[in-house]
Nanobody, 122 residues
């Protein structure tokens, strides 16, 4: 079974920092597609936060997080991370990891993590 497991969420004060990590596990041959982070705040739809191409050379960010968040990936370790700085209360949400182009013996999959809660509050 292929899984994405997030870690690093928690409670932080406004202006603080957190680093989210996501690790892929299971019977995976490779992950060649886009990996990214999405978030869903209470009462709102899930939205894109940041994505990174398979090579790691191209990234895209939501306007609301540009200049504050940085996404990175390690293809050898099959991980994707999100460094979040200057956090604001409006960043409070459940953050989900996503991976496309997950190559397995059963075919190419898109996989979602279970989510990790980030709360920004004083």
């Amino acid at each position: 079974q292929v899984q994405l497991v997030e870690s690093g969420g928690g409670l932080v004060q406004p202006g603080g920092s957190l680093r989210l990590s996501c690790a892929a596990s299971g019977n995976i041959i490779s992950i060649s597609g886009i990996m990214g982070w999405y978030r869903q705040a209470a009462g709102r739809e899930r939205e894109l936060v940041a994505i990174i191409a398979g090579s790691g050379g191209t990234t895209k960010y939501a306007d609301s997080v540009k200049g504050r968040f940085t996404i990175s990936r390690d293809n050898a370790k099959r991980t994707v991370s999100l460094q979040m700085n200057s956090l604001k209360p409006e960043d409070t949400a459940v953050y989900y990891c996503n991976a496309e182009g997950v190559d397995t013996p059963r075919g190419i999959l898109e996989v979602w993590g279970q989510g990790t809660l980030v709360t920004v509050s004083s």
